[in-house]
């Protein structure tokens, strides 16, 4: 009976979560409009589901505490999803994915059962892996996208000085530099810093603005060294050529330290696969010669 009863709930389960984005469209519909402009294109699979994320969303935000939104929003923007969603969308994600895990682990028990406990307990993992997924990928996108920054941070930073020792000012040098910048976290961080300075926010504040975004060292000691700079009266143009050579060091030192590190990474590839098959082929012949010698008789 359980064979029979635990895939027909999960066809109802599917059915349902596949109408009711259809059902809800037309009650967040105006929203959905008036948000268009600012928001970042979805996955696919969000998009179908956005219009039930939005329309529980509204609820939580307005229960959300301002500390846990203002958190929830720092990680969102150190992963580059602050266009994307909202924090209590990300909160409907996580309870979606609480969900779908609990209900394939149960799915999962009543097909199973005791026949097999290994499927169950694996099924039972999966389920558990999919509740935590929204954060794992969150953070998997924020590493992603700070190892990024860090690469192309001092090209940034070079372009910076050399513009500003041929005469521009510093927002000047920046529209210059971001118009030669390929596509990635700092072009469009330092794009959002030009669009909040054209707005009418203090250029420390824009600074201290990208560095909380960012998260990293390397954007809150450039924040850092260029307010302090603008406060003494500093030449700019040499803060910034030191902030690059410091970047380009701090980036020697990283790919020094992740080369040292490959010998002891590649150690249990070694032991667990390779050697195996090499006392294998130098063993096998020895064993052959004991067997015709009569050794095991």
Known sequence: MAMYLAPALAAIACGQIALLPLVLRRHVGDSAQRDAAWRDRLPW???LLRPVIRRYAAGIDRSLVDHRRDVLQAQLSA???????????????????????????????????????LRAVIA?????LACLYPDL????????????????????????ALSMKAGLTFSAAVEQAVEQLHEGPV???????????RAGVTRRAALDRLAARVA???ASS???????????GGALGAVLAEQARQRRQERFLRAEKLANQAPVKMLFPLIALLFPVTFIIIG???VLQLIEAGAFV
């Open 222 to 232: 450039f924040a850092a060294a260029v307010a302090q700079a603008e406060e003494t």
């Open 137 to 160: 990928r969150l953070r998997e996108a924020t590493r992603k996208r700070q190892s990024h920054f860090e690469k192309a941070f001092p090209f940034l930073l070079d372009l910076l």
């Open 216 to 218: 990293t060292a390397a």
């Open 45 to 47: 699979a969000l998009q």
């Open 79 to 117: 992963a580059g999803a602050s266009y994307l969603i909202t924090p209590a969308e990300f909160l409907v994600l996580r309870r979606c994915a609480f969900i779908v895990g609990a209900g394939g682990v149960v799915i999962a028990m009543l097909t199973f059962g005791r026949a097999e406990p």
């Open 187 to 197: 072009r469009q961080e330092f794009a959002r810093y030009l669009r909040e300075i």
């Open 124 to 128: 039972a993992g999966l389920g558990f």
């Open 284 to 286: 096998f012949p020895i």
